[in-house]
């Protein structure tokens, strides 16, 4: 069966020869999401300055006429491509999370401490400012401990990894992608 997370060649345990490191995807969760935003900005930008609309507009007016992308526009097919894969990649993690949320016994629980650890655009400077914003959405508990916060994030990476890590070869493709995009 293996751990969770995302495939790293340095681990050779006895029941798989990959490691799957779900903290690691979720360290890198808030940067990727905010590169995105900036590229897809930037399109945006430069789509708007060249053609006068949208980049979403842009495209069905591009797909609409006929046009093939790779030959006609050149110079944006490579950048509209990363976007639309890194899209793909946080969209993925997005459902494992949201699949989660709706299903486990808990699930609310588990998404809101990914949320507040790892998927918020705001990032905390502690724990302390984590087990803040956990506060309201658990009323019942005065305060969450420490180690309640630990345990429970370490249960919410666990099975958001089952989750994610049940699609092998997406997993494989986000790693491949994240290396190249983030070792630049």
């Known amino acids: 069966?293996?751990?969770?997370?995302?495939i790293t060649e340095s681990y050779k345990g006895k029941e798989n020869t990959t490691y799957?490191?779900?903290a690691a995807l979720f360290k890198i969760y808030r940067a990727v999401s905010w590169n995105m935003q900036i590229r897809i900005n930037q399109l945006n930008r430069q789509i708007q300055l060249e053609y006068g609309t949208d980049v979403d507009d842009f495209l069905n007016k591009v797909y609409q006429a006929g046009m093939d992308i790779d030959t006609d526009i050149e110079n944006f097919e490579p950048r509209v491509e990363i976007i639309n894969r890194s899209n793909q990649f946080l969209k993925l993690i997005d459902e494992a999370v949201d699949l989660v949320r709706k299903f486990h016994p808990h699930g609310e629980r588990y998404y809101w401490v990914l949320?507040?650890?790892?998927m918020s655009p705001y990032k905390a400077e502690n724990i302390d400012e984590v087990l803040d914003e956990l506060e309201p959405h658990f009323p019942k508990i005065p305060r969450i401990h420490r180690t309640t916060?630990?345990?429970?994030?370490?249960?919410?990476?666990?099975?958001?990894?089952?989750v994610l890590w049940g699609?092998?070869?997406e997993s494989r493709q986000i790693l491949t992608h994240f290396k190249e995009v983030y070792e630049k």
């Open 1 to 6: 069966m293996g751990q969770s997370g995302i």
């Open 20 to 22: 799957h490191d779900i």
């Open 115 to 118: 949320y507040y650890s790892y």
């Open 149 to 162: 916060y630990f345990r429970w994030r370490d249960q919410a990476l666990d099975v958001v990894g089952s």
């Open 167 to 169: 699609y092998e070869r």
